[in-house]
């Protein structure tokens, strides 16, 4: 039989329907300026490191997802050099605690599309049959082509990681969620700047049996995973 993750608030997906025509992993956002000395995230006075320790996981997981063959997805938050996309509001809020959006930085300037910061570690380097999604904020589906690359492939499902729990994903989680998507977010596969930040987003998305979606653990994921592959093997796709 076909094994489902072990999630929190019900089994997911929730039609059991596990497999590459329907299933997507989603990586937000795992770039130098959030997970590197001299990003975005440190000129705002958090260390990198709480971020960087989910990498080995994020590693086995997105290796797991392509030799099964499921579509993966990477996004990158991040703006034109001509920063068109960014309000006045934004500009100000980024600068309150430390370097401004734009700012020069030593891994270039801050969240500008083609600088060194605004690329995807290396650890996690997309192939190049996986689309990267570039968006202005931090939800991945406002004014992206995300949606739409989804729809084409029949996508219903997605296991979504990355940083930060309290933003990006959150809001990624939420747009999903108004889009009809089943969602699960791995629990030890997303980061905050700290503990408590990251609990109560975790508690938001399973609030009201699942109001946005479940939470799983990274090796329940990668055991489902693995089990689609078996049962594929025995002629059970």
Known sequence: ?????AATPYAWPHDRTLSPRTTALLIIDMQRDFLSQGGYL???????????AIIPRLVSLLSTFRRAGFPIYHTREGHEPHMATISSREKHRSGVNGARIGSQGPLGRLLIRGERGHDIISELCPLPNEAIIDKPGRGAFTHTELDAALRCRGVKNLVVCGVTADACVSSTVREASDRGYDVLVVEDGVESVNDELKWWSLEAIRVEGGLFGVTSECRDIIEAVESWVNAKGRGND
């Not at 039989?1 to 993750?5: E, G, Y």
């Not at 000129?43 to 960087?52: D, E, I, L, N, T």
Request: hydrophobic share 30%; aromatic share 12%; glycine share 6%.
């Open 1 to 5: 039989m076909l094994q489902v993750p």
């Open 42 to 52: 440190d000129s705002q006075g958090y260390s990198p490191a709480r971020f960087q």
